[in-house]
């Protein structure tokens, strides 16, 4: 059987793209600058969130502000839910400091000499991912940004579902096995998009921040496997290049 070509690539953001790591840490410079004071400076304020991010990441100004407050630090804050829940609104809203992984500005800047159109399709809070693309200036390098949190309530549509990907191809105009899917979470990037038949290839970052799911890459079924895996987004083109349809 003739492998079905190849006319949309649809991109994962978080650790795909760019390191997360990367913004964990701009969150923690904003969150330190914010609360700083004379006798808890940014970068004491810094080392506890990466103290606490190694302890539970999914908890870490929970962590901080109940240790904060055992202190004696409570920025007028009556309790350490309080002083969490203002950590946590300066961490999501502040302006991130992060740029592309080498490989993938490479790797979007060929395709653009490719007879492929490009978008993302990405999950987390969708203020949040925005302002991460508006960071990595990725408009100028996608032609649509699909955020599932503004699919439905709940987090409804965040993958493993498969709708983002449904409206990726709608957009374009193509069905679902003329789309490839790129991204780096293999025990939830792929059972979505393969569900509806594209293609999937797993990026494997050493260093992401969900890389202990990688092992793990069947435990959604046989559909979570990737049909290829990279180690570097570069090869990307030269891979497209035989799945896409020449004139």
Known sequence: MARQEIRIVLFDLDDTLYPEIQYVRSGFRAVSEAFQTVDMPPDRLSA????????????????????????????????????????????????????????????????KDLPVRVGIVTDGIWEVQERKVGALHLHELVDLVVYTDK???????????????????????????????????????????????????????????????????SGAGDKAKPTYELSDLRRLPALLRARIPTA
């Open 151 to 217: 699919l439905g309530p709940d987090r409804r549509h965040w993958k493993p579902s498969p709708m983002g990907f449904e409206v990726a191809a709608k957009h374009f105009g193509v069905p679902a096995s003329e789309c490839c899917y790129v991204g780096d979470n293999a025990a939830r990037d792929f059972a979505g998009p393969a569900a509806l038949g594209m293609t999937t290839i797993w990026v494997r970052r050493p260093d992401g921040i969900y890389k202990e799911n990688r092992p793990d890459c």
């Open 48 to 111: 506890l969130m990466e103290h606490f991010y190694t302890v539970d990441r999914a908890h870490v100004f929970d962590l901080l502000a109940a240790f904060l407050m055992a202190g004696g630090y409570h920025w007028e804050c009556k309790s350490s839910s309080e002083l969490s829940t203002r950590m946590v609104q300066c961490y999501r809203s502040h302006k991130p400091r992060i740029d592309l992984y080498p490989d993938a500005a490479e790797c979007l800047i060929a395709l």
